[in-house]
């Protein structure tokens, strides 16, 4: 049912008509539960438009559980664009939720889903025009526990003072257990701020900023038995990721150097491939999608991937298959005909083997030209290519060799067809905590424009399209992840200045952020700095699961070029608890 409370509310009802997009306001999605009275209430925040909130999983799967919790229900917030933001500012009309047009600061329960650090703004927007207050110190006792979750929180030190806890981790377990101590404190009688807080603390993945003193990371155990919405939302207008989705596994055993998610999921946990069969023909059907994607951080690695895509084949009719995330090593006909599209996406990250060595991609530059070719004998036509410019120890040879590599792909396609589109598209490296670059250096910005000049002129010659992103906004992402508390102070005076949607292109303006670190004193450039291997890091107070040790290991054969096995090859002695493969490799 469309949102009834903003149709009959003739001022909101005006807004809607004049925002660029209503549809992002109304509600009413296909699946979504009817609205009932409960005791508490959860508002799922997304600090991003609707069309991307729409489509990340883990608020799907977060949505699903919290609704089927006795006593919750859980409603949806997600930033508004600045055309409705304005309007609802200068209206005095409160942010409200998407089921049922409550304000947003009437519900119990606030939760953030922090996936980026250029979100951060945004939290502090939403906020802003829920009427919450910024700092968790001045909210009272009858404001709503603001939370916050998501692969940001591993570092959750420069936006603690904005947060009265953190779900670090995997939130099957964790969320439903704070949820039954938050019901049965009210339930009881004995419910007060100070004593949740001091209580939740003890959930492992929980972290209550001035009460807890480390924190342990939260991780499913078996993927099989956690619950997944086989009955989700489909939303109201065209999504970025506009289709069904089933979670192959969670974590990864390739141990790419700079890749953080492939170190905050360990250990691998995969799903069974009947059961992902089953979730999969039963999304489709209650979905109406003529499409389903296979998600995972590596896509061809799952063990039974031929096997699900046949059995979905064979139980549904016209369903095309989206396999994201397909290493160039683990790519073959046979999966390239069960997704086919006009266009492959592949990331060597390195232009060269040497540096594909240091950051550990594992595969080489034949298997590149392999993949790429059985791509091509499929009859794709578009291909892109994704990489990284300032990883540690990079050289222009480096850069040539991405040059380079466009020429190959090309000269192997022209065998077939002369016609190939090839994008290529360079990220710039950002050092994260909890990898084994997350002591190094990010590059400087002088560095960054010669490299993007070279890249520029070389791939047109090649005839391909280069995309880039820029050196500012990865600035700001790279203190953000690496800073302090101390940043806290900046984040506020940034939105103060006006900072919004800092992760898109046209709305970020660097101007104001470097006046926020002006004014509070801090050089945005000193968190670029390579840090000593001996200094305390921020986020040490966060147990992940992978220990220092192997992370400083890891560091060390980066900058001797040594490469570190597949976990399924070799255990490497991570640390990560209840692993399968570390228990295989001791028998």
């Known amino acids: 049912m469309t949102n009834k409370v903003l149709l009959e509310n003739a001022i909101l009802r005006d807004m809607l008509l004049k925002s660029e997009k209503p549809a992002r306001y109304l509600g009413g999605e296909f699946n979504m539960p009817e609205n009932r009275e409960t005791e508490f209430g959860f508002l799922m925040c997304f600090p991003d438009v609707y069309e991307i909130a729409m489509s990340n999983l883990g608020i799907q799967i977060l949505y699903d559980i919290i609704n089927k919790t006795d006593g919750f229900r859980c409603e949806r917030c997600f930033a508004p664009w600045p055309d409705m933001g304005k309007a609802l500012a200068g209206a005095g009309a409160p942010l409200f939720s998407l089921e049922s047009g409550a304000p947003a600061g009437t519900f119990d329960l606030v939760g953030f889903s922090l996936q980026s650090e250029l979100s951060y703004t945004d939290v502090l927007y939403m906020l802003s025009l829920a009427g919450i207050p910024f700092a968790r110190r001045d909210r009272g006792a009858d404001a709503p526990l603001v939370i916050a979750g998501g692969p940001c929180c591993v570092n959750p030190a420069p936006i603690e003072d904005f947060f009265d806890l953190f779900v670090i981790g995997d939130g099957e377990d964790a969320v439903p257990e704070l949820l039954a101590l938050y019901a049965g404190l009210k339930r009881r009688g004995g419910y007060t701020k100070a004593l949740f807080l001091s209580e939740a603390a003890g959930i492992t993945g929980v972290y209550a900023p001035g009460i807890s003193r480390t924190v342990k990371r939260a991780a499913v155990n078996s993927l099989d038995a956690a619950p997944y919405p086989v009955c989700p939302l489909v939303p109201n207008i065209e999504a970025v990721h506009n289709r069904a989705v089933v979670e192959l596994f969670r974590g990864c055993t390739r141990g790419c150097r700079f890749c953080q998610a492939g170190y905050i999921y360990r250990p691998l946990r995969a799903r069974n491939p009947d059961l992902l069969a089953g979730q999969a023909v039963e999304i489709l059907k ?302």
Not at 299 to 314: E, F, N, W
């Open 286 to 587: 209650n979905t109406g999608y003529n499409e389903i994607s296979f998600a995972s951080l590596s896509t061809g690695d799952y063990p039974g991937l031929q096997k699900l895509i046949d059995a979905v084949k064979s139980r549904t009719e016209h369903v095309n298959i989206s396999l994201p995330s397909l290493r160039l090593d683990s790519f073959n006909g046979q999966f390239a005909f069960a997704s086919r599209k006009s266009s492959l996406t592949f990331a060597p990250e390195a232009g060269t083997q040497r540096l594909r060595d240091v950051i550990n991609k594992n595969f080489t530059e034949q298997e590149i030209l392999n993949g790429a070719e059985a791509a091509f004998g499929q009859g794709y036509s578009s291909i892109k290519l994704y990489f990284m410019i300032g990883l540690p120890t990079e050289t222009d040879a480096d850069i040539d060799g991405i040059i380079d590599l466009v020429r190959r792909i090309r000269l192997l396609y022209r065998k077939k067809n002369p016609r190939l589109s090839i994008t290529v598209s360079a990220s710039i490296f950002v050092p994260k905590p909890f990898t084994p670059f997350q002591w190094e250096a990010m590059i400087d910005g002088g560095r960054v424009a010669q490299m993007q000049e070279r890249l520029k002129s070389g791939l047109k010659r090649e005839h391909a399209e280069y995309r880039y992103h820029d050196y500012e906004s990865s600035l700001i992402e790279t203190a953000f992840a690496r800073g302090g508390a101390e940043l806290g102070a900046v984040l506020l005076k940034a939105f103060e200045n006006g900072c919004r949607f800092d992760g898109w292109s046209e709305q970020f303006s660097y101007a104001k952020w470097a006046e926020a670190f002006a004014e509070c004193g801090i050089v945005p450039e000193d968190y670029t700095k390579p840090k000593s291997l001996a200094e305390p890091l921020p986020w040490d107070f966060v147990d992940i699961g992978v220990t220092k040790k192997f992370l400083l290991a890891e560091r060390k054969r980066a900058y001797a070029g040594e490469t570190t096995p597949d976990c399924r090859e070799r255990c490497g002695g991570c640390g990560a608890e209840r692993c399968d493969l570390a228990k295989e490799s001791k028998v």
